[in-house]
Nanobody, 114 residues
Framework: QVQLVESGGGLVQAGGSLRLSCAAS????????MGWYRQAPGKQRQLVAG???????DYADSVKGRFTISRDNAKNTVYLQMNSLKPEDTAVYYC????????WGQGTQVTVSS
């Protein structure tokens, strides 16, 4: 079973940027699609970005044009570049397959101050 470790979160002012990384313990090449999810306090976990093995991407409307997902199959890593951050982006961010079936990692906290 592939294990996932997210990193790169932090505290940033509105308008700032962060780059999240998701390192997998095993190969993600065989996983057709990977995604970044987020969970804000009191809310359900939601999918914000996804990428197929071939590199096709899709985004939630709330992050479209601001976030960019990418994957490096050779490094077994998925990235999320987040620009023009808003306070409503504050959440714990997780990666997983899409749809999710791997064990969840610990996530990485992103806090955007106004």
């Amino acid at each position: 079973q592939v294990q996932l470790v997210e990193s790169g979160g932090g505290l940033v002012q509105a308008g700032g940027s962060l780059r999240l990384s998701c390192a997998a313990s095993g190969s993600i090449f065989s996983i057709n699609a990977m995604g970044w999810y987020r969970q804000a306090p009191g809310k359900q976990r939601q999918l914000v970005a996804g990428i197929t093995r071939g590199g096709s991407t899709d985004y939630a409307d709330s992050v479209k044009g601001r976030f960019t997902i990418s994957r490096d199959n050779a490094k077994n890593t998925v990235y999320l570049q987040m620009n023009s951050l808003k306070p409503e982006d504050t959440a714990v961010y997780y990666c997983n397959s899409m749809p999710y079936y791997l064990d969840w990692g610990q996530g990485t906290q992103v806090t955007v101050s106004s």
